[in-house]
């Protein structure tokens, strides 16, 4: 029987094994790392690349926003000077309106109705006046609503009876009225008689009274208006 010693020959073996095994393992941590470093180099790349976006879009964003604020600014100087064209064509406009009002006036009074005042206030014009009954106060109030285009939405305020003394020994009853209406511009009467059928308006000019001789005294902020037709007295407040 022959006996052979093998251990060095083991040893020998798993050193080499073990060196292997080391090596390998050396490789593996190499190959690792660079690929780690490119991936991480590759996100770096693509990080710097959308920084690069976003600083372009964020100064693009900056210029579009000093570009709105110039339109803005333009649009604000535009819709002023449109406003200022507005008002100077309106005062040219509405150079001849008092004109009108009392022509119109003069002429949708009903017979028995007597202007003591009128205000106007902006648009709204207000009258004061006496009428001989409240039929005759509703006459005005149904011409000034149908009877002009210069004239809209008047509504009566106030109706108040009361007595006029025509001598020391006799007095009449009548009704004093308060009412008002919206005085239209030019532009706007302009489309509302456009608008008129010209039916109406021949039956309207045909219901018109009369004109009366119309008497103006001028104070501030207030006109006040008399009718010639017939004598105004004294109304009893």
């Known amino acids: 029987m022959i006996l052979i010693n093998l251990l060095p020959h083991r040893e020998a073996a798993r050193k080499q094994r073990r060196d292997l095994f080391n090596v390998s ?24 690349e959308q920084q ?3 600083q372009l879009l964020k100064s693009e964003i900056t210029k579009l926003e000093s570009q709105i604020k110039d339109i803005a600014s333009l649009e604000s100087e535009i819709a002023g000077l449109r406003a200022r064209q507005q008002a100077v064509e309106d005062l040219q406009a509405d150079r001849n309106v008092p004109v009108h009002l009392l022509t119109e006036m003069s002429r949708q009074l009903p017979d028995g109705v007597y202007i003591q005042s ?11 006046g ?31 009876a009361g007595a ?37 308006a021949a039956s309207a000019a045909a ?28 109304v009893k407040k």
Do not use: C
Request: hydrophobic share 50%.
């Open 25 to 48: 393992m050396g490789l593996a941590f190499l190959l690792g790392g660079l690929i780690a470093g490119a991936v991480f180099l590759w996100y770096q790349a693509r990080i710097s």
């Open 52 to 54: 690069g976006r976003n």
């Open 118 to 128: 009128m205000r106007q206030l902006n648009q709204v014009v207000t009258i004061q």
């Open 130 to 160: 006496v009428a001989q009954s409240n039929d005759r106060v509703s006459d005005l109030l149904r011409n000034l609503s149908s009877g002009t285009p210069w004239f809209s939405r008047p509504e009566l305020v106030e109706i108040v």
């Open 164 to 200: 006029v003394a025509l001598n020391p020994r006799e007095s009449r009853r009548v009704s004093n009225f308060t009412m008002r209406f919206q005085l239209m511009r030019a532009s706007e009467a302009e489309k509302a008689a456009a608008a008129r059928p010209p039916a109406g």
């Open 207 to 234: 219901a018109a009274p009369a004109p009366a001789a119309v008497a103006v005294a001028a104070v501030p902020a207030a006109v006040a208006v008399s009718a010639g037709a017939a004598p105004v007295v004294p």
